[in-house]
């Protein structure tokens, strides 16, 4: 059976697809240019006592729902709410706010548990409220912004947005406080 002669050949074919394909690629609009993103600092915005803070996302490994069993630790301090199973591994609990001085956090849909490793000790820190990941310009950086109160010891930096400012708690900071790591009471 012969082809009909209105029908175009393979190579005649090919040659219209690729026509296509060059006019397509000559009118087609690029991707927006992306900004430069080593000058973006990235962290994890929460709260503490009402304050609004960020953390480095380097420091914090994963963010889990309030643990739902929590086994207390005889002769542990207050803060030290107990270890937690994640994942088959025992991990210490330690209510931050707590820690610092204030109302501990009360278990509820909003509240979190950030685990962080540093210096060797591996824990979580049970947190009121996570708002989110936040990105900074380098440039909205406040240096040796220090804060008083419950938070000063830990607060070094933060960053400016127009009127907020968002302190950033240092988790490093906090993991080489020796009464942070003495939950012995």
């Known amino acids: 059976m012969n082809a009909p002669d209105d029908i175009?050949?393979?190579?005649?074919?090919?040659?219209?697809?690729?026509?296509?394909?060059?006019?397509?690629?000559?009118?087609?609009?690029?991707?927006?240019?992306?900004?430069?993103?080593?000058?973006?600092?990235?962290?994890?915005?929460?709260?503490?006592?009402?304050?609004?803070?960020?953390?480095?996302?380097?420091?914090?490994?994963?963010?889990?729902?309030?643990?739902?069993?929590?086994?207390?630790?005889?002769?542990?301090?207050?803060?030290?709410?107990?270890?937690?199973?994640?994942?088959?591994?025992?991990?210490?609990?330690?209510?931050?706010?707590?820690?610092?001085?204030?109302?501990?956090?009360?278990?509820?849909k909003a509240a979190r548990m950030l685990i962080v490793r540093m210096r060797g000790l591996e824990c979580g820190l049970l947190v009121p409220s996570v708002q989110g990941m936040r990105h900074f310009d380098e440039r909205q950086r406040v240096s040796n912004a220090r804060m008083q109160g419950m938070l000063g010891q830990y607060v070094f930096d933060a960053f400016s947005v127009g009127d907020v400012v968002w302190p950033v708690f240092s988790v490093s900071a906090l993991t080489a406080d020796p009464a942070f790591r003495s939950a012995a009471a």
């Open 8 to 108: 175009p050949d393979a190579a005649r074919l090919m040659a219209i697809l690729a026509d296509i394909e060059r006019l397509a690629h000559e009118s087609a609009l690029g991707l927006p240019a992306l900004e430069a993103e080593e000058n973006v600092w990235d962290g994890l915005a929460y709260s503490i006592a009402g304050v609004s803070v960020v953390t480095a996302m380097d420091e914090i490994r994963e963010m889990l729902p309030y643990p739902a069993q929590i086994t207390p630790v005889p002769g542990a301090r207050d803060w030290m709410r107990g270890l937690a199973n994640v994942r088959g591994n025992l991990l210490p609990v330690i209510d931050l706010q707590s820690f610092l001085g204030a109302k501990a956090v009360v278990p509820g």
